[in-house]
């Protein structure tokens, strides 16, 4: 088994931070499904502004284009950063040469602009 990347939400902005919330990244609802990425699923965030790489949870989000800190990882990135929001799953060796994650890139507002490579079949 390894662990390959599943999906990526590419250069997403952070738009609220709640440092009082108990911790995760609640992300629209839209990138969410289009990504795969389910809710109190490990996420991976790479802040580019900062440098700042962290793991936590995925929350849904309601408003259109939300991506929000929240907890103590709201101290590790500026309302406007970019980040990138990856996923991860186990795939078997000889699946994993094959295995091709679902990219999606988004705009200043976080609306889709494009999708690339369908999530493979995954067999646990």
Same mark, same amino acid.
């Given at each position: @088994?390894?662990?390959?990347?599943?999906? =990526?939400?590419? %250069?997403?902005? &952070?738009?609220?931070? !709640?440092?009082? *919330?108990?911790?995760?990244?609640?992300? $629209?609802?839209?990138? @969410?499904?289009?990504? $795969?990425?389910?809710?109190?699923?490990? #996420?991976?965030?790479? !802040? &580019? !502004?900062?440098?700042?790489?962290?793991?936590? *949870?995925?929350?849904?989000?309601?408003?259109?284009?939300?991506?929000?800190? !929240?907890?103590?990882?709201? %101290?590790?990135?500026? =309302?406007?950063?970019?980040? @990138?929001?990856?996923? *991860?799953?186990? #795939?078997? $060796?000889?699946?994993?040469?094959?295995?091709?994650?679902?990219?999606? *890139?988004?705009?200043? =507002?976080?609306?889709?602009?494009?999708?690339?490579?369908? &999530?493979?079949?995954? %067999?646990?």
């Amino acid at each position: @088994m390894r662990i390959m990347l599943k999906s =990526k939400i590419h %250069r997403a902005r &952070v738009t609220q931070l !709640n440092i009082d *919330y108990e911790g995760s990244i609640t992300i $629209d609802r839209k990138l @969410m499904e289009e990504t $795969d990425i389910l809710p109190g699923e490990q #996420v991976q965030v790479l !802040n &580019v !502004n900062n440098g700042a790489r962290f793991t936590t *949870y995925a929350i849904e989000g309601e408003a259109s284009g939300e991506i929000c800190l !929240n907890g103590a990882a709201a %101290r590790l990135a500026a =309302k406007g950063d970019t980040i @990138m929001i990856l996923s *991860y799953c186990y #795939v078997e $060796d000889d699946e994993a040469r094959n295995f091709t994650p679902k990219l999606v *890139y988004v705009d200043a =507002k976080n609306a889709i602009t494009k999708s690339k490579r369908a &999530v493979g079949v995954i %067999r646990l």
